[in-house]
DNA sequence: AAATCTTTGTGATATTATTCACAACATAAT
DNA sequence: ATTATGTTGTGAATAATATCACAAAGATTT
């Protein structure tokens, strides 16, 4: 097999891919074909047996794959079979929204601390009793807690002093909503998530169709390529 | 120059990064060099000059780059220079946080519709006076209004009912956080975000250092590549 | 004005990712 | 059993993307 060779990052976020999809079929569909798989998911098959076959033989030919192993296997590939302590940074509205997103803890990510600026104006619980501690005791609190991964949702303003801070709290990974590009360390993960990148490609792509190139856009070059989408 | 080949997917995101940094930049700076752009960003000087030159020789050697010139560049390119309408479907924390992202609308994203279930207990104004309008009233209010975008963050139960009606809606692009993967039509560019994936796209990362691979895993391999964070 | 230093733009090369195409195996039907 | 049908796993081919390396050209120093 295929183990030996190093999986492209491209594959392990299709992995994601894969089990929310495997995640939500209705518990009687036990096998499903890497064919199918990729039809639903606009994937080519060929490249769905690849990403797994980084992983395992985890097919039977003829039949296809069982969605039960193949559920507990990219919840094992992608460790999700440990429980990680999460923290947020930053409790404004995005950060709101995502202390409170249930798929968050369906996947064993523990959301158990939220930072503020003890100054701002907060109740001092939200949700399901979470309390906001101020963001001076974050080195603190993620040695105490043993968090693994920290969620920045702070304005741009603020990112550099709080950066700092993350950067060198101990934590293993950070996701940063703010617009603004993180760079990891030797040691720190870092995970860079912008929504107005997100709408700016959109953006680009609309304007593509507004005013076509001189070079007359084929259907080919300025379609959707399916991976992408 | 560059110009009659066709930009690469990943240039067009970069571009977005570029711009950022560079709005961000103090108004001294008049001039900035490849070298100087690619080190803060954790990218190749090489793949920033490509990257620029895609697009029409914007350099002077010897030089580098004027910022102010670039800024209005880029934002040309992406299409920023355009207004474009922007409704959000699904007004949960979510929703609500985006409809008061303050960076939208300096992007010239109009944030000019949100739409919910009427059962819905909501305020009927949020922010600065936005009303939320049924959801059944999307289609029209579309056409009315010439939304060019649709924001989607409706819980997962709601994606397909929803779908359907925001890809015949005659929409021109969908920007969908729904934990489920949207396909794009021929009509409609779908570009699909799930926060959960991002966070388990760290969580393999953390696994990969708590299991090593019987392979040893050297620096080279399981280092962070540069231009995935 | 020659020499030196800088930085762009880009061919050539290297790396990474996707798709094709088919042998190997599994099942079902005759 | 043999044939027909389906599906995986994977080498080989292709395509996409990134990096190297250097000529061309602007700026600066001598």
Known sequence: ????????????KRLSIYLRFLNAL????????????????AFNPAQVRKDLAYFGDFGKRGVGYSV??????????????KTRN?????????????ACYPG?????????ALFDKQSKQLPSKIGDAKEITDVQLLPKIVKDKEIDILILTV???????????????????VLNFAPFKLISSEDVHVHN??????LEFLSYRLNLYDEPQKEDPSEEVYGIPTQLL
């Open 155 to 173: 304005p741009v303003e603020a990112i550099k002093e709080i950066s700092d801070m993350v950067m060198t709290s101990g934590v293993k990974a």
């Open 104 to 112: 968050f803890e369906k996947k064993n990510f523990k959301i158990c």
């Open 1 to 12: 097999m295929n183990t030996k060779l190093i999986p492209p990052q491209a594959t392990v």
């Open 68 to 81: 039960k192993k193949l559920k507990e296997q990219i919840n094992k590939i992608l460790g999700l079979h």
């Open 193 to 198: 998530v912008d929504l107005s990148t997100e």
């Open 26 to 41: 209705s518990k009687e569909v036990k096998m499903i074909s890497s064919q199918e798989l990729a039809k639903r998911l």
């Open 86 to 98: 999460v923290g947020i940074v930053g409790i404004g509205r995005l950060g709101m929204a995502l």
